[in-house]
Structures are given as structure tokens and as C-alpha cells.
């Protein structure tokens, strides 16, 4: 390096730190260069109001539009509430409007529009499966389930026309099963059929895909995970021949998102290609399939490429972030953290659910 260039450096660095003296400002530190930029706060009450009571966890629809959220506060919405401790929410990041889908025990599980929303509420004497049109107010029971059933863990197509959920029969004798609502039909289909030889275990955790044409669950007794096409009648084991659980199926049916005791990974159904992530656990993957978040070791949620291998931290593990399945849109990202300086303001003292949008 040149004189002069040392020069200019020492000058650049001196002036850098008068200017920091000054201005009274701290230099970054690197939990705060590890967080997204863009970071939205969203449970909030329309007009900006902060919730006074903690909220999460969250999901996003595929086009980023929509949050739907859970919290305990009592003053995100004009009208009073049922009396729970929690409640459900959904807000419209373009409008800013928000507003509660009513009796659900759940994070709302949305529709691409946002006007289909799938959740669990009482039903009778057990929890079961409801879907509610926000346009109309109108809330339909559609797990088909009678005296002592129940149902679990919705998920709904793009167009809100199918919802696929764990059936839970009346005896513990009888394993739990996935099976599909068909709104305009009104009709119910069983897909988490297995293999034919294999013994009566329970299943769980679907997640399916935007044209609702596969549906991917897990079989809790052998640690496997599956995807049914329902157009072909075919079930495809997918996972990696260890003991694993799903995280969720990409909206265009192509990626598998799943979890084992050796890490995440991921399987192209195209193409057959597993792509693995020792130490990390999976948490969503992205609507095209290209994005898988992670949480490391140090409970940092990462953002990984799977067409480039880029791989960041967007959620630093200072800041205790909580995300899950529907935590990725298509360009944004939705996680819930207590952490009081993501956005200026931050003064309820409570976890808040904060959208970013990771470059």
C-alpha cells in the first residue's frame, strides 16, 4: 500500500470515529448486522397501536400478501373477543387492515387471496376442522367427524377449494389418518394410505400442494414421510431412509422440506436429488421450492439458496426468533421474536410477529 493510501486510511478511520464521539452513535454490532433488513412489525392494530399482550406464531401466503398470526392482546381489532387466551388473526400488509377469524384455536392456514381460512375450533365435544370465508363471515365445519372424533393440523390449496388435515377417529385402536375436504363437492378422501403391507399407524402432518393435486404427511410410527398424488392414486415414499419428520411441502409440489436426528434436507421430487444440512433444523421451505430456512445450532434462522448454495443469517439468535412452515412467501419472511430494537418504537415489552424482506 502507497503513503498516501495509508494515509487516507488512518484519515478515513479517524474521521469515522470522531464522527461516532459525536454523534453520541454506537458502531453496529455484528447481531445487528446479522438482521434482515426491511424488518416490518405486523401485529399491531391497523392504525399502528402496539399489541399488549405477545403474539406468534405466524404464516405467510405464498404471494406475501397476507400474515395470518396468533395473539393474546386484546387491542388489535375494535370488537371485544370470545374470552381466550389466545386468538387469530390476519393482516393485509398492502391495506394494513386487520381482522380476527373468529373461534379458531389456530394459526389460520390461508388461501392465496386471503379469503379462505382453515383452522381447528371446538366442535361439539372435541376440536375439529373449520373453514371460514372472510368475505362472507361464514364458518363451515368440513372434517366430517362425529361423536368423539376429532381433526388436526389443516392445510389449504391456493384457490381454498382443498383442505387436507389428520383425521383422529373415535378409539385409540384406530390410527389416525390424513384425508382431503373438497369444498365444492363437499366431498372427503383418505390419501395417506401407505404401503399395503406395512401394519396401521398413525399419520399426521399434511401439507399440500397449491392446485391441491399432492399431498405430503408423515407416518409417526416408522418415521416416514410420503406424498400422495391424488390425481394418479400413487404414494411415494420420500424421505431419506432415517427417521424423519416432514416440515412441508413447496407450493408447486416440488420440494420437500424434512428434519432428521443428522439435520435438514430436502428432496427434489423432479428430479430425485436430496440436498442435506447437518446440524440445522428445518423450518420452511420456499412456495418455488429455491429456499429452505434453518435454524443453526445457535437458534439463528438461516437462508439458504438451493439452486446457488448462498447461505446468510437473517434472523440473528439474539434476537430468539420462532418460525415454522408458512414462514416463507415468495420474497419475505415471517417470524415472531421478543427482541425490542427490530423496529423503532418497540416499547410493549412483549413478543411481537415482524415480517422482513431478506435481500
Same mark, same amino acid.
Given at each position: 500500500m502507497s503513503t498516501s493510501a495509508s494515509g487516507s486510511l488512518a484519515t478515513g478511520v479517524l474521521a469515522g470515529a470522531l464522527?461516532?464521539?459525536? *454523534? /453520541?452513535?454506537?458502531?453496529?454490532?455484528?447481531? %445487528?448486522?446479522? &438482521?434482515?433488513?426491511?424488518? $416490518?412489525?405486523?401485529?399491531?392494530?391497523?392504525?399502528?397501536?402496539?399489541?399488549?399482550?405477545?403474539?406468534?406464531?405466524?404464516?405467510?401466503?405464498?404471494?406475501?400478501?397476507?400474515?395470518?398470526?396468533?395473539?393474546?392482546?386484546?387491542?388489535?381489532?375494535?370488537?371485544?373477543?370470545?374470552g381466550a387466551e389466545s386468538q387469530s388473526y390476519v393482516r393485509d400488509l398492502r391495506t394494513g387492515a386487520v381482522g380476527r377469524?373468529?373461534?379458531?384455536?389456530?394459526?389460520?392456514?390461508?388461501?392465496?387471496?386471503?379469503r379462505w381460512a382453515a383452522t381447528i375450533?371446538?366442535?361439539?365435544?372435541?376440536?375439529?376442522?373449520?373453514?371460514?370465508?372472510?368475505? *362472507? /363471515?361464514?364458518?363451515?365445519?368440513?372434517?366430517? %367427524?362425529?361423536? &368423539?372424533?376429532?381433526?388436526? $393440523?389443516?392445510?389449504?390449496?391456493a384457490d381454498g377449494r382443498f383442505v387436507a388435515f389428520q383425521f383422529v377417529p373415535y378409539h385409540p385402536s384406530i390410527p389416525t389418518r390424513v384425508d382431503v375436504y373438497d369444498r365444492i363437492t363437499g366431498g372427503h378422501e383418505t390419501v395417506s394410505d401407505g404401503p399395503q403391507d406395512?401394519?396401521?399407524?398413525?399419520?399426521?402432518?399434511?401439507?399440500?400442494?397449491?392446485?391441491?393435486?399432492?399431498?405430503?404427511?408423515?407416518d409417526d410410527g416408522a418415521g416416514e414421510v410420503w406424498v400422495a398424488d391424488r390425481r394418479t392414486g400413487r404414494h411415494t415414499r420420500v424421505d431419506d431412509g432415517t427417521r424423519s419428520g416432514l416440515v412441508q411441502l413447496s407450493a408447486d409440489g416440488r420440494t420437500v422440506a424434512m428434519s432428521s436426528a443428522d439435520g435438514a434436507y430436502v428432496r427434489d421430487l423432479r428430479t430425485g436429488r436430496v440436498q442435506r444440512f447437518p446440524g440445522m433444523t428445518a423450518r420452511a421451505v420456499s412456495p418455488d421450492g429455491r429456499r429452505l430456512l434453518c435454524a443453526d445450532a445457535q437458534a439463528a434462522l438461516r437462508l439458504r439458496d438451493l439452486r446457488t448454495g448462498a447461505d446468510r443469517v437473517v434472523v440473528a439468535a439474539s434476537d430468539a426468533a420462532g418460525a415454522g412452515a408458512g414462514a416463507l412467501s415468495e420474497r419475505s419472511l415471517v417470524f415472531s421474536s421478543a427482541a425490542p430494537d427490530l423496529v423503532p418504537g418497540d416499547t410493549n415489552g412483549v413478543a411481537d410477529v415482524f415480517v422482513s424482506h431478506p435481500r
Open positions: 464522527l461516532l464521539a459525536v *454523534t /453520541g452513535l454506537a458502531a453496529p454490532t455484528a447481531a %445487528a448486522a446479522a &438482521r434482515p433488513h426491511h424488518v $416490518q412489525r405486523v401485529s399491531t392494530a391497523a392504525d399502528g397501536t402496539q399489541a399488549d399482550r405477545a403474539s406468534g406464531p405466524a404464516a405467510l401466503t405464498a404471494n406475501g400478501r397476507f400474515v395470518a398470526f396468533r395473539s393474546a392482546a386484546t387491542n388489535l381489532v375494535p370488537e371485544p373477543g370470545h377469524v373468529d373461534e379458531a384455536l389456530s394459526v389460520p392456514s390461508l388461501s392465496a387471496g386471503g375450533g371446538w366442535g361439539g365435544h372435541d376440536i375439529g376442522v373449520f373453514l371460514t370465508d372472510r368475505a *362472507t /363471515g361464514t364458518r363451515t365445519k368440513i372434517d366430517g %367427524a362425529g361423536f &368423539r372424533e376429532s381433526a388436526y $393440523q389443516p392445510s389449504i390449496s406395512a401394519p396401521a399407524r398413525d399419520m399426521s402432518h399434511p401439507s399440500i400442494s397449491a392446485d391441491g393435486r399432492l399431498v405430503a404427511y408423515q
